[in-house]
């Protein structure tokens, strides 16, 4: 009964704020203008149409917020007016009562708030669907006074949450019964990760926990800060971490005037992406321009600034190698390994013909290369990736479903940042670089490290283990195995010739690596 009743109140919303002229309106149908006009009957619609959908977001909660985050970066698809005013849900959603941030500090860490900071500034400095984030002093143990960004929960947000999943659920499982289409997307499974990332982001904790694993992720790449975690003052519902001071990367012609090389900034973004996803399978998920700022202190001008660690992404080294594969034979026009992959992965039908496959994908992405950003529809791109990918009847990896948001928000950031960037040579000579160091004697000789604490563990096992078997065993089952040990014997003598024969492959990967390394850098 809940959750209908949370439909209706969304069609309520819908209809308060004029969301059903916006959609009616767009199509040049007399009747369904004339639709349009009595249903606007009685309501103020004067307020901009953007306008209007932000304020109908805000009021429908966090899950609709994000959805409005996620629209804003893509400016490719949205009038300017629209794409204006959902930007100010990524850091300017109406706050909560500074009373109640500081009621939440004090109930989480039992000390009054003075006891805590020397100083606390009431006013938020930004503010989201989630939590919002107030400027203090920290008194830390040794009583020295540190600028700290304080995180504080918004309240009430678990119920909400769960009214709106439970809708989502409901829809869709409708739309697997429906259609087929719809159980080829996997909607309750899409559903089942948005779940997951949601409550994660609801425990302040973890989001700590994931900052400081980017942070010892990114250091050394001297490309992005992430703020230090004081673990102290630690709480589900209040964190305390480094104050970063920088730009917010929307504000161009202040980071121009700054002497920001934008066209750079643009580059390292893509740099920073692929290194999070591909060599460490673990990368910022949420990464909207309300959650990036540039510093232009000396020390660290130009670099990236990241906030908001509530959703972060990570991959298998099953998805990151195929991943590569893809985006390597992609970046190289080699479709016919594309749709290889597609067919190895299980993505689609094993009785797929690859060559009808390979045509399909090379119909789609040939026309996209070679053109700078500015020059790619991307709204055509996913209509003919999406009428291709039913034919084939491509299923949905729920997995990859971040993955997928955040390659929307790097593209429509670098859209914005550089619309000459051609986002394919930017990225090639990372993935190629990248895949040398997957399939390099490097790879070998780390593998058989990471392994070697496991087989000296179980290695002085082995005798008696073998002892308490053969006494286990009737006469006739230690004959059969005396016979299998023979077997063994002679394997071992063949393991030695292909071992010999590995270390002659080694040596021709280095040569082979060399070769490569020469040609590409």
């Not at 009785?351 to 399909?360: G, P």
């Not at 859209?415 to 090639?428: E, F, G, I, M």
Request: neutral net charge; aromatic residues 10%; charged residues 25%.
């Amino acid at each position: 009964m809940t959750r209908y009743l949370r439909g209706v109140i969304i069609v309520w919303v819908a209809l308060r704020y004029g969301l059903d002229e916006l959609v009616l309106n767009s199509f040049q149908r007399p009747w369904l203008s004339s639709m349009a006009r009595v249903l606007s009957f009685g309501r103020n619609l004067k307020a901009p149409r953007g306008q209007r959908l932000r304020m109908a977001l805000e009021h429908l909660g966090p899950i609709f917020v994000k959805f409005g985050q996620v629209l804003s970066t893509r400016r490719d698809l949205l009038p300017a007016d629209v794409a204006d005013e959902l930007a100010r849900l990524q850091d300017r959603v109406p706050p909560f009562d500074s009373s109640v941030a500081i009621a939440t500090i004090e109930r989480a860490f039992r000390r009054p708030v003075d006891t805590i900071f020397a100083s606390f500034e009431r006013e938020p400095v930004a503010s989201a669907s989630i939590a919002q984030v107030h400027f203090a002093t920290l008194i830390d143990k040794g009583g020295i006074l540190r600028d700290v960004a304080v995180k504080v929960l918004r309240p009430g947000m678990l119920p909400v949450i769960e009214k709106d999943l439970s809708l989502m659920r409901m829809m869709a499982g409708w739309l697997e019964r429906l259609s087929a289409d719809g159980r080829r997307l996997k909607p309750r499974e899409v559903v089942a990760e948005f779940d997951k990332y949601l409550h994660d982001e609801l425990d302040l904790v973890r989001e700590a926990a994931s900052a400081a694993q980017l942070r010892r992720n990114m250091d050394g790449l001297n490309l992005v800060l992430i703020p230090e975690m004081h673990w102290d003052y630690c709480h589900p519902d209040v964190i305390v971490m480094e104050r970063m001071n920088g730009v917010p990367i929307s504000q161009f012609e202040r980071l121009r005037q700054a002497g920001v090389d934008i066209r750079q900034l643009a580059r390292d973004g893509v740099t920073i992406f692929f290194t999070q996803v591909f060599r460490d399978g673990f990368f910022h998920a949420d990464m909207h321009p309300g959650n990036i700022q540039v510093s232009i202190e000396p020390a660290t001008f130009g670099r990236y600034i990241s906030l908001d660690f509530g959703i972060v992404g990570t991959l298998t080294e099953h998805d990151k190698e195929y991943l590569a594969q893809n985006f390597t034979a992609f970046f190289r026009r080699d479709y016919k390994r594309v749709a290889q992959l597609h067919i190895e992965s299980g993505w689609v039908p094993p009785d797929t013909r690859v060559d009808e496959l390979e045509a399909a994908v090379r119909s789609v992405c040939e026309p996209y290369f070679d053109r700078p950003l500015k020059e790619i529809s991307l709204g055509m791109l996913l209509m003919r990736l999406f009428q291709t990918s039913r034919r084939f009847q491509v299923e949905i990896q729920p997995q990859l479903v971040l993955l997928q948001k955040t390659l929307l928000n790097i593209e429509g950031l670098g859209r914005q940042l550089d619309p000459d960037l051609d986002l394919w040579n930017t990225a090639k000579p990372f993935l190629e670089k990248w895949m040398l160091e997957q399939v390099g004697p490097q790879k070998l000789m780390d593998e058989l490290r990471d392994q070697a604490p496991r087989y000296a563990k179980l290695l002085p096992e082995l005798p008696r283990l073998l002892y308490q078997f053969l006494q286990q065993k009737p006469a006739d089952d230690r004959r059969e195995l005396l016979e299998l040990l023979a077997e063994q014997k002679r394997t071992n003598r063949l393991l030695q010739s292909l071992i010999y024969g590995g270390i002659g492959f080694a040596l021709g990967l280095i040569v082979m690596q060399i070769v490569v390394r020469v040609r590409f850098f």
